[in-house]
């Protein structure tokens, strides 16, 4: 996943992804992103940080109910074709499942690699069950290049810049 000040994805919906700034939290430095998209003529926004240490792709949330930095595991690189990690999401005594971002969430789920090549890696993260299991594919070098959920929604990389 290429993180860099100033890259930015496009998807087939018109979404746009950016990197907007470097940011130190909770003692890591994580990279805050920005996504743009287009809701019946408003355009929403929303944000996002990501990291990457050694083979593994975090991702973190801020709950606004909490007060709270939850960080997600969202990809792990090293992993090989139809292997399967099985994450254990640490949240704290004050944070129940309930209160992240107002969803039911898990604290276990699994990211398996579908397939995999010397460029390209898929994996299906499965939370909870039905509705929130996701595919993601990263090409290398560029990031993100498509993502389908439960809900049939599918995003497909159509231009990208990197710095």
Known sequence: MPLSVGNKWT?????DTEVISVDTINNK??????????????ILHSFYWQR?????????????????????????????????????LELGDSVSQKDINYLPRCRDYSIKVLDKSDDVIEFITQRCGVDFNY?????????????????????????????
């Open 11 to 15: 998807y087939d919906s018109s979404d």
């Open 29 to 42: 430095i994580f990279y805050k992103f920005k996504t743009s998209g287009n809701n019946n003529g408003k």
């Open 52 to 88: 990457v240490s050694n083979d593994t792709l975090f991702l973190l949330n801020y709950d606004s109910i909490t007060n709270q930095y939850i960080e997600f595991i969202d990809a792990i690189f090293s992993l090989k074709e139809n292997d399967v990690a099985q994450i254990h």
């Open 135 to 163: 595919i993601t594919v990263y090409k290398k070098g560029v990031g993100v290049v498509k993502t389908k959920n439960d809900w049939g929604i599918e995003l497909k990389l159509t231009d990208f810049k990197l710095n």
